[in-house]
């Protein structure tokens, strides 16, 4: 069966800008999970979507946003981009808990 | 809350030597464990999983036993190979919070030939 999807692999974006990052689930994984990763500050938790609702917040700025459609894609946002927003977004999705995350392969961003 | 401390790398091996990474854990709760496998320029990969005391989750000849005493999920190998180079995060779940995973800052394994 096909994989998390991400899309797109790699951007590019200037300070400023904004970003729509897409996330296609495993079919049938009502959860949607999104982490920054960064070389200085590892795996951070930015999301969590399941059934439309956000169900979990990490500790990031109000810049950051998602959203999750009724065929359980996942899209998130980055309104007004700094430098230190650089970073590989990882999509995950999950059936439950104690099924573990399949992850996408990430999408590269990087603010210029 | 709940958090995942896991052994700083980076660690350089030998092909065929033994590996261990260490990870301990805190949580509320009855956490599911896991391991996770990243290779450059790609996403995490589960490695491995266990989901309640004693569980041994294995793979690709991988282990680690979910040690509830000690609190601790250490992942080993008895003999690594090149190909296993990779960045290794150790992580947990409960289904107290939905499904938000705790991930340790991961370990980076070098294995020269």
């Known amino acids: 069966k096909a994989g998390v999807t991400q899309t797109p692999r790699y951007l590019i974006k200037t300070r400023g800008q904004q970003v729509t990052l897409s996330c296609s689930p495993i079919?049938?994984?009502?959860?949607v999970s999104w982490y920054q990763q960064t070389p200085g500050q590892g795996l951070q938790f930015l999301f969590e979507?399941?059934?439309?609702?956000?169900?979990n917040k990490g500790n990031f700025p109000g810049r950051f946003s998602g959203r999750q459609f009724s065929n359980s894609r996942s899209e998130m946002n980055v309104s007004t981009l700094e430098l230190g927003d650089s970073a590989l977004y990882l999509c995950a999705s999950s059936l439950a808990a104690n099924y573990g995350y399949t992850f996408g392969s990430g999408t590269r961003l990087t603010v210029v | 809350g709940d958090s995942v401390t896991q052994m700083e790398g980076p660690v350089t091996l030998s092909e065929e030597a033994f590996l261990t990474i260490n990870c301990t854990y805190t949580?509320?709760?009855?956490?599911?464990l896991f391991w996770y496998v990243q290779y450059p320029g790609e996403g995490l990969q589960l490695l491995l999983k266990a989901t309640k005391a004693d569980d041994k989750g294995s793979n690709k000849g991988f282990e680690a036993t979910y040690r509830k005493e000690t609190t601790s999920f250490h992942l080993e190998k008895g003999s690594v190979q090149v190909s296993d180079s990779a960045v290794y995060f150790c992580a947990l779940s409960t289904s107290n919070t939905g499904n938000q995973f705790y991930f340790g800052t991961g370990t980076s394994l070098t294995v020269i030939p």
């Open positions: 079919s049938g994984h009502r959860s």
């Open positions: 949580a509320t709760g009855y956490p599911s």
């Open positions: 979507y399941f059934s439309e609702t956000q169900r």
